[in-house]
């Protein structure tokens, strides 16, 4: 699935639509440039994400690893 949005969304929102199932974001205004490229990558089953979505998948995940550490 691609998120499509008019409006920049927040980190929180996309992160929660990732844990949902989403597996790209693409701005209304890149649309007509990068539709076709993202369907085929998440065809493929390889994301489509604004960096600061990918700097947040990594953060939440590390904080996971971390959690169940000296358990």
């Given at each position: 699935?691609?998120?499509?949005g008019r409006r920049r969304a927040s980190?929180?929102?996309?992160?929660?639509?990732?844990?949902?199932g989403a597996w790209g974001h693409l701005?209304?205004?890149?649309?007509?440039?990068?539709?076709?490229?993202?369907?085929?990558?998440?065809?493929?089953?390889?994301?489509?994400?604004?960096?600061?979505?990918?700097?947040?998948?990594?953060?939440?995940?590390?904080?996971?690893?971390?959690?169940?550490?000296?358990?």
């Amino acid at each position: 699935m691609v998120l499509l949005g008019r409006r920049r969304a927040s980190t929180a929102l996309l992160l929660e639509a990732v844990r949902r199932g989403a597996w790209g974001h693409l701005a209304e205004r890149d649309l007509s440039r990068d539709l076709p490229k993202a369907v085929r990558m998440v065809a493929a089953r390889q994301s489509w994400l604004p960096r600061r979505l990918s700097a947040a998948i990594v953060a939440e995940l590390t904080k996971r690893g971390h959690a169940g550490e000296g358990n």
